[in-house]
């Protein structure tokens, strides 16, 4: 069973800094996607950026990237220059590859950007 | 123009009542999922739907009952609402059609969710 961690719950960044926010990940199938949804407070998901496990660069999304770092199974998402509407909970995800695969989603991380 | 809609988004009844959530998507994907988010924002699975056929049904008690009448449209049915319903549930679609040599994972599109408040 596929197992997503995020071990902020909170965390807070200066406007105009950037931002990494943790995931770690658990599986044992070579074949897998990583993906980092926004929800902002009005509630909606928003997807972020995408990294499959077999992809050889970090995705990038605009100020968006995912550092990858496979061997220690972990995929974190990096904001670069902060802005207020940044704020919002985050979420890592990730799904096997092939066939019908549910998306196991982590808990969450709460992000507040300060002026 | 919405990708991802349901209705309502808000929605407050009593216990044991009957009640319906509606979802659309117009981006032509052939699989939707519900999603149920708890008060402290864990989201978890309760269906998936390909092209009308239900594909994954994690445990959920079997007052809950999703029904797609076509493949842009997955509703939820919930029989007999209880206290523990309270939760957001949102909708969601997907390109993936189970390609067993498939050779992405596919992000989903979530509708805006919609608020149950079962008192």
């Known amino acids: 069973a596929q197992k997503i961690t995020q071990t902020q719950p909170g965390m807070f960044v200066q406007e105009k800094e950037a931002v990494t926010l943790d995931c770690t990940y658990d599986t044992s199938d070579p074949s897998y996607g990583l993906f980092w949804y926004k929800q902002p407070s009005s509630g909606e998901m928003i997807f972020l950026i995408y990294q499959g496990s077999y992809d050889q660069q970090n995705a990038t999304e605009g100020r968006y990237s995912l550092n990858f770092q496979k061997a220690r199974k972990s995929a974190n998402l990096v904001i670069s220059a902060s802005q207020l509407g940044d704020s919002a909970m985050y979420f890592c995800?990730?799904?096997?590859?092939?066939?019908?695969?549910?998306?196991?989603f982590g808990t969450g991380t709460k992000l507040q950007v300060i002026p | 123009d919405t990708a991802v809609s349901q209705t309502p988004k808000y929605l407050v009844t009593q216990m044991g009542n009957d009640k319906s959530i509606k979802c659309e998507q117009n981006?032509?994907?052939?699989?939707m999922y519900w999603y149920k988010q708890d008060s402290k924002k864990f989201l978890k699975i309760m269906f998936s739907y390909n092209n009308k056929e239900l594909i994954i049904n994690e445990t959920v008690p079997n007052r809950f009952s999703p029904k797609s009448p076509d493949k842009a449209h997955l509703n939820l049915h919930i029989n007999s609402l209880e206290l523990g319903d309270s939760a957001v549930y949102f909708c969601?679609?997907?390109?993936?059609?189970?390609?067993?040599?498939?050779?992405?994972?596919?992000?989903?599109?979530f509708g805006p969710g919609t608020r149950l408040t079962v008192t």
């Open positions: 969601a679609s997907s390109q993936d059609r189970g390609l067993i040599r498939a050779t992405t994972a596919y992000e989903q599109y």
């Open positions: 981006l032509g994907h052939d699989t």
């Open positions: 995800a990730m799904s096997l590859v092939g066939g019908y695969q549910k998306v196991t």
